[in-house]
Every structure is written in structure tokens, then in C-alpha cells.
């Protein structure tokens, strides 16, 4: 499909690239590192989003020329959707009378673009990108290296997920010879917190709680914790991860409550804990080690269900390594 991409760039001239709601690193990295590529071949191209910019990415090349828009409100040659498992999570109105663009690197994404390009290899979709760009033969300019970067180091979580590998590292040293300094994005993404978020976070942690294995934990972030701290719910990016830190912790939960009864829940793994498979139960999906999904109802009751449903993934994970080491005995 990628060739498919570039006959549609190469004869087609206005575009307009988009994510999912409340945009993270590889959404906004890959859709700002698509709009570097198209400007750079002359193409008419604009970025636009449901949300605005996280504070965290605000120092993107080009962030600021970002279009902050409920509906799309204009005609394009394509309109390019980046990281998205279905044409409803950009959020956007008329979204799907355009002719779409699916990019993702999620195996479990819907087909629903006209055109769709997964590559469920890649680390990242701003990997795909830097592959676009020389399967096109536009030069990596700096700009373009800074936004498909930071797609790269957010995705892979400072390059500790699985989905880190030797090809990961490559484009990221290619990058780096464009002109990333590692330093200075890590700065912006990950040392430039609001006091906020640091509050939130103690109280987050306050939640935590595991099973009698303690294999598993999970947590809870409310909207009146948001309240008393004067964070907002994108301040919460990334605490799932800390109960991670623990070594017998397996895998973790983290329940976000968006509005009464509604909870975006954040999951995550090591090893070999498929927590994609449990989010796709709910309506979501993601990677092996790292997926999200909604939970509706009794907060006690979506908590009980999600974090049931994670201890009978690390017993069943379990109970398989015990039965081989039993074989091999």
C-alpha cells in the first residue's frame, strides 16, 4: 500500500492530514512529519485536529500552524488519517465524504480508508513516515526529523516497549544525522511538566492497588482529582507506566474517568501479557504491551471487570510457562 500512497501524493496536490482526539506523540509527530514531506514537495497541505496541541509537543515544527476544528470544513484531493483504529476517532464531522488515507501501525485497526497503508512492523507510524519519505525521495530535513522523532520516542516509550527494535534504531540514528538532538526533545516532551500534573500524579498513585500475586495493579484518576489540582485529564499521560517500575508487576490498569459512568482505560504489560486482546473486548485495541479502551457503568464494577480480566491473563500466561517447564522436566 505504501506504493499506493505515493502515486496519490505524487498526482494529487491538496491534502490535509489529521489524528485521533486528544493527539498524542506519534499522532502529532507523523502528522506534522506528513506536512513537512508535502511542503516540501510543493503540495498544498494543513494539519487540522479536534483538540489542540498538548503543552508537551507545543515546540513541534509547525505545531503552531495546526488548525484546531470540529468538522472538516473544506474539499482536499485526501485527507491523510493518522493513527486512528476507525474513522471516528478524529472526532471529526464529515470526515468520512473525503477520500481517506488510513495510516496506522495498530494490527488491529479497521480498514475504513479508501487507501490503507498498515504496517503493524513498524514502531511507529512516524517510522512509516521516514519510509514515505524515501520511498519518495524527499530529503529528511531537520524539521521532519524533530516531528518523526518524537513519534519514535514517544511510541516506544524511550525505546523500552517491545515494539522496539533494530530497525527502530536505525531511523532513529538516520534522524539524528538530520539533526535531532535527543536532549532537546526529551526536554520538551518529558521534562517540561506543569506542577499540576505532579499532584495529580500523588494522587493517582494513592489509588493503586494489587491482586494477591501483586502480578497486577491498577488505578484510578477522577474528575475531582483533576479538579483539585487544576490538571486536565492529558496531565495523566503516561502514569499507567509506573506500577511497570515494580518487578513483579505484570500488567497495570489505569481508569480514567472522562465524564460520570465513562472511563478511558489505559493498559499495560511486559513480556508476554496480550493486553490488546482484552481492550478489543471493550471497542479498543492498541499493541501487545500497551492498549486503551472505554468502560462504561459502576466505576467499582469497571474496575472489578478490567482488573479480573488482567489476573486471568497473567494465571492462563502462567499456567502455560509451568506446563512447558513441567514438558521440559
Known sequence: MLSQVVELIEAK???AIT??????GDGLGSSLGLYWLLRALGKEAEVITHDPVPHSYQELPGAEEIRVTPNVDQQYDAVFVIECSDISRPGLVDLEKQFVVNIDHHATSALFGDINWIDATASAVGEMIYNLCKAIGVRVTREIAECVYT????????????????R???????????????AKIAQNVFGSYAWSKLQLLSQVLATTQRDESGRVAWMRQSLQMQEQTGATEEDGDGFVNYPLTVAEVETVALLKETAPGVYRTSLRSKGDINVARIAERFG??????AAGCTLRGDWDE???LIAGLLIEAVEKRHGEIDRTEDAAA
Open 151 to 166: 513519534a519514535l520516542v514517544t511510541d516506544t516509550g524511550s525505546f523500552h516497549y517491545s515494539n522496539t527494535t533494530e
Open 13 to 15: 496536490h491538496r491534502f
Open 19 to 24: 489524528s485521533h482526539i486528544r493527539p498524542d
Open 284 to 289: 479498543g485495541g492498541g499493541h501487545r504491551n
Open 302 to 304: 469497571a474496575e472489578r
Open 168 to 182: 527502530t534504531f536505525k531511523v532513529a540514528s538516520e534522524l539524528v544525522k538530520a539533526g535531532v538532538k535527543p
